[in-house]
């Protein structure tokens, strides 16, 4: 299964992306963030979802998510908040930044945010959401942002995908030394030399606390996958893009989760 999410960066792939032998997914460039964002739209195969769109001579803002958590009253709750959060805060500096220009004397361009959630899994017992957004501010260029919630059905609340495990140390150990080795080898891919971790950002692996950390589902019954997502700047510089790296669900990533949660992930 490939999922797909806004920002023309990809969180497993929008059609512009592929995903090479070493589990790393290769997104858009971000000069193109903005078109891809814009076309995804935030439905699914149940609806179409919620969807705000405001367009005015400051700002051109878009924010959606799927009917299936539409339909959820309190997870539907917690995305409205999150979308008027963002609105408020986009449009106000966005009006502000016009009318200092108009004032001023001198030219505005017009901001821009593209963002909403797609499903990643929808299990028993979790709906996991993957997010994105896109953003222009009147800048050289925008850029892009990735974020990740889980729906506990059972409980009927909100966590983050890191809850599931004994502790963000434990999932870190279980994940790291894959995640670090696959990383540096699509970088190097990417920007055409080899490289060695150091202390400079752009030579060395990112902590995990900097990704959105995304629970997948292609079996559809439990969680078999993780994705990790490094924004632009994140693992390299904006020209390299994003970088996701999709981890199999394995026997130290199955030993990391809590007790109570084990049965919600495959059995390697």
């Known amino acids: 299964m490939k999922w797909m999410v806004l920002a023309g960066v990809p969180l497993a792939v929008m059609g512009c992306s592929s995903t090479d032998e070493t589990g790393v997914s290769v997104g858009a460039s971000p000069a193109s963030a903005q078109e891809t964002a814009q076309a995804s739209g935030g439905a699914d195969a149940a609806g179409e979802g919620r969807s705000i769109e405001i367009k005015t001579d400051a700002i051109t803002f878009n924010y959606s998510?799927?009917?299936?958590?539409q339909g959820i009253d309190g997870l539907n709750a917690e995305l409205e908040k999150r979308a008027e959060a963002a609105k408020t805060q986009s449009v106000g500096y966005a009006e502000s930044a016009k009318a200092d220009a108009d004032k001023g004397d001198y030219t505005f361009r017009s901001h821009s945010y593209d963002g909403g959630w797609e499903v990643a899994a929808d299990l028993p017992g979790f709906l996991s959401l993957g997010g994105g957004r896109w953003t222009y501010t009147g800048?050289?260029?925008g850029n892009s942002d990735y974020e990740s919630l889980l729906w506990?059905?059972?409980?009927?609340q909100v966590i983050e995908p890191l809850d599931l495990?004994?502790?963000p140390t434990a999932f870190r150990e279980a994940v790291r030394e894959f995640y670090c080795s696959r990383l540096m080898d699509a970088r190097g891919e990417r920007i055409g030399k080899e490289m060695v971790r150091g202390t400079d950002i752009y030579e060395s692996c990112p902590e995990l606390?900097?990704?959105?950390?995304?629970?997948?589902?292609?079996?559809?019954a439990t969680f078999d996958r993780i994705d990790m997502i490094a924004a632009p700047y994140v693992a390299g510089s904006y020209a390299e893009g994003?970088?996701?790296?999709?981890?199999?669900?394995?026997?130290a990533v199955r030993d990391a989760v809590k007790p109570e949660y084990k049965d919600a992930f495959r059995t390697p």
């Open 152 to 156: 506990d059905k059972t409980a009927a």
């Open 65 to 69: 998510w799927p009917a299936i958590a």
């Open 139 to 141: 800048g050289a260029h």
């Open 209 to 220: 606390s900097e990704l959105a950390v995304v629970m997948v589902s292609e079996n559809g």
């Open 165 to 167: 495990f004994t502790s």
């Open 242 to 251: 994003s970088y996701t790296v999709e981890m199999a669900v394995d026997s």
